[in-house]
Nanobody, 112 residues
Framework: EVQLVESGGGLVQPGGSLRLSCAAS????????MSWVRQAPGKGLEWVSS????????YYADSMKGRFTISTDNANKTMYLQMTNLKPEDTAVYYC?????WGPGTQVTVSS
């Protein structure tokens, strides 16, 4: 059974940083395309970033470039999203996704 579990969300002030984690199991993680997707309050799903775990190619939405860094630890089957210079508009539930499989999400709130 595929399982994706996010962690690391929380409340942070504008300009602050957070690192999200996605622990994966139930599939061949080291040969997967993994993504972070977010949903802000009252808005639709927004793609954030993706990584191919077998070659570590990374991709970002334009608004996240230079602020967010996606990475993978294949030995521990974990994907990360390092977020810096956070803005109030980054407030959202952040989801880990692999194909049609989604984690339950982790809440990130950016507020002073």
């Amino acid at each position: 059974e595929v399982q994706l579990v996010e962690s690391g969300g929380g409340l942070v002030q504008p300009g602050g940083s957070l690192r999200l984690s996605c622990a994966a199991s139930g599939f061949t993680y080291s040969s997967s395309a993994m993504s972070w997707v977010r949903q802000a309050p009252g808005k639709g799903l927004e793609w954030v970033s993706s990584i191919y775990t077998y070659i570590s190619n990374t991709y970002y939405a334009d608004s996240m470039k230079g602020r967010f860094t996606i990475s993978t630890d294949n030995a521990n089957k974990t994907m990360y999203l390092q977020m810096t210079n956070l803005k109030p508009e980054d407030t959202a539930v952040y989801y880990c996704r692999r194909g049609t499989n989604w984690g339950p999400g982790t809440q990130v709130t950016v507020s002073s």
